[in-house]
């Protein structure tokens, strides 16, 4: 990172990120070590997949959000699945 920033782009997109990137930095919820140590590990399994979701915090939130997918599919599971092609199987 550069010593000194243009302050004539302090409200540039660039500069807002890069302020957010040095208060999140070392702010993280979950430990960097752990979470690495679990990146290596599913890296060398068999099968891979295709997200790697870290954190009891990321993982509350797809609790929240898978709940609020099946709630919005329940009520209209049936009159989804009719618009296929009536050939279809």
Do not use: C, F
Not at 1 to 27: G, K
């Amino acid at each position: 990172m550069a010593a000194d920033r243009t302050a004539d782009y302090d409200d540039a997109p660039a500069h807002v990120a890069l302020d957010w990137i040095d208060e999140a930095n070392h702010a993280q919820l979950g430990d960097p070590v752990k979470g690495a140590a679990l990146v290596v590990e599913v890296a060398a399994a068999e099968k891979l997949p295709t997200h790697l979701y870290l954190g009891r915090d990321t993982l509350e939130r797809l609790d929240v959000k898978y709940q609020q997918v099946r709630d919005d599919l329940a009520p209209w599971r049936e009159k989804s699945a009719a618009t296929a092609h009536d050939d279809a199987a």
